[in-house]
């Protein structure tokens, strides 16, 4: 990394003193209050960006990459940085936490009726998106095979993250965001592989091998996320932590440790963390809400840091060349290779034509690839500098056409569903002494809650309401006091009948006072969203994850 003009004032050092000057001298406070400054500053700018790529339609990604763009050689800040290798490791651990971060935020009831056709997709429609764009990237563009297939496998990842970043306003069917959700999840994995693979050896000559290899790592990373999430789970339920603020800290350790095992264990350390949030985050945990805003908060971060170094390492003035080049790819990769592998992996699964249709216009790309177009330049694979070019121009182009045509798709499909009830938001703390919990409850604008009594809760016994917050204002409720929106409700109840009486006020929630008539009695599944309230897809808690990245 090489630091020159106005980069000076942040990373400029005193010179060595005369009796070491073979050496660097370390980084002095100065130069840390300097870096903190800069560092906060790009932190608020990015932030106040997010409000602007809301309005405009536009993943937070490009909003990020524009802010390293403007920092670089070329831009404002004269920022020389070509680490290619730093940008890759910092790349993978902000990957992970994205990936816990998305974990934590998926349901389980979401994903399990598409697990299979997802599965497929992130697998064999990983394959054919690979194959077509490289033979578009070899026989319209003229890049050798082994370019060809390193740039297929790398744009093959998709990004959910950038998805529903532009469609958090427009609910969609629970099958098509879990489809989306759980590929995303999924695919990073063996696109991780086969980039390695191709960026190692070339092109593999007995590729039922690259396969077995593939199939053995998925194997091992799910073993151990789904064992590691399990244990920590299992863990965080029975050991009371002193502060509430160390369970989001143990939730994340688990997560990471997850990866670092799967990667260890010469497994997908990716699809490790991914599966073990992903059971962390159904596993109704203490202090979730909490634990959820701190995941959500590291993942702005690491969104942030990711897409502002990739945007250091690009060089502007060298793109040039490769705008066309990257167009075409991209057209390729759109237009054919991800419409085909939809249609070719999700129409067994008989999902509908309009789904399959915006399941193939939502596939962007955002932080995997651009990352993982590092991975052959590290390696020194020849022209792997065009590569990174070709992707990241990629990136930023197809995202900006289809990005904002997301929800007009959606509507045109009329795949967007509206009226649907808003989950609440319940926070658990155990009351370990007591055999007990506490949980806290706050009532929505839209939750179907609002005008019911207490009494009408029907709550099971062993559980009761005992105080009501109002306004900034505490009382301890009757039996007909009449519920309101932006109430905040604590409900104590026993350990035998805390899930029952969490699924009952969430099924009231979404049916009202006529719940157990209606089928929203909580029977089915007491986490989450209850049968006859709103489809999974629509009922979303903890927000989306905006962004573009994985």
Not at 130 to 141: D, F
Not at 181 to 190: Q, R
Not at 484 to 496: K, Q, S, Y
Not at 505 to 511: D, E, I, P, S, W
Request: charged letters at 15%.
């Amino acid at each position: 990394m090489r630091c020159a003009a106005a980069s000076d004032l942040v990373f400029a050092r005193p010179r060595a003193p005369r009796s070491g000057q073979g050496r660097e001298p370390p980084l002095t406070v100065h130069h840390l209050n300097q870096l903190l400054l800069v560092c906060s500053l790009v932190l608020l700018v990015a932030v106040a960006a997010v409000r602007i790529s809301s309005r405009s339609g536009l993943p937070s990604l490009l909003v990020y990459l524009g802010i390293g763009i403007v920092m670089g050689q070329d831009g404002l800040g004269h920022i020389h940085f070509d680490s290619a290798a730093v940008t890759q490791v910092m790349g993978y651990a902000a990957l992970v936490v994205i990936l816990a971060e998305g974990g934590l935020g998926t349901k389980w009831k979401e994903v399990r009726p598409v697990l299979s056709s997802a599965a497929v997709l992130a697998t064999a429609g990983v394959a054919v998106s690979v194959g077509v764009t490289a033979a578009g990237a070899h026989y319209l563009v003229g890049l050798d095979w082994r370019q060809s297939l390193i740039i297929g496998a790398v744009v093959s990842s998709t990004d959910a993250a950038a998805v529903f970043s532009v469609l958090r306003r427009i609910p969609l069917p629970a099958r098509v965001t879990g489809t989306l959700e759980a590929e995303s999840g999924f695919n990073d994995a063996p696109v991780v592989i086969l980039v390695v693979a191709f960026s190692t050896a070339g092109p593999v000559e007995h590729w039922y091998m690259l396969i077995g290899e593939i199939a053995l790592e998925l194997a091992i990373g799910a073993a151990v996320g789904l064992a590691v999430g399990l244990v920590g789970s299992w863990g965080l339920k029975h050991v009371a932590l002193p502060a509430s603020g160390l369970y989001p800290i143990a939730v994340l350790a688990i997560a990471i440790s997850a990866y670092a095992a799967g990667a260890l264990g010469h497994g997908s350390g990716f699809l490790a963390v991914y599966l073990a949030s992903m059971v962390l985050g159904n596993a109704k945990l203490p202090h979730w809400p909490a634990t959820r805003g701190f995941a959500e908060g590291l993942g702005w971060i690491a969104q942030i840091g990711m897409f502002v170094l990739l945007g250091l390492l690009v060089t502007p003035h060298e793109l040039g060349d490769d705008i066309v080049p990257a167009l075409v790819i991209g057209l390729i990769l759109t237009m054919v290779a991800r419409p085909l592998s939809v249609v070719l992996s999700l129409t067994p699964f008989r999902v509908p034509w309009q789904e399959q249709t915006l399941m193939s216009w939502a596939g962007l790309r955002g932080a995997v690839p651009i990352i993982l177009a590092t991975i052959p330049m590290v390696n020194g694979v020849d022209g792997s500098r065009r590569i990174f070019n070709l992707v990241f121009v990629l990136v930023v182009v197809y995202t900006l056409v289809q990005g904002p045509t997301l929800p007009w798709l959606a509507r045109k499909l009329r795949l967007g569903e509206k009226g649907e009830a808003a989950d609440l938001g319940i926070e658990s703390a155990p009351l370990e002494r007591l055999r007990g919990h506490l949980l806290s409850v706050t009532i929505p604008e839209e939750s179907r809650m609002h005008g019911v009594e207490i009494a009408e809760l029907r709550l099971p016994s062993g559980s009761a309401v005992t105080l009501v917050v109002r306004e900034g204002k505490s009382f301890v409720p009757l039996p007909s006091t009449v519920l309101r929106r932006g109430d905040e409700l604590l409900v104590v109840a026993t350990d035998p009948v805390r899930d029952s009486a969490e699924a009952r006020l969430r099924a009231v929630a979404h049916g009202g006072k006529l719940a157990s008539w209606l089928g929203t009695d909580g029977a089915e599944d007491s986490g989450g969203a209850q049968a006859g309230g709103p489809k999974p897809g629509n009922a979303r808690s903890g927000g989306s994850r905006s962004g573009g990245s994985r």
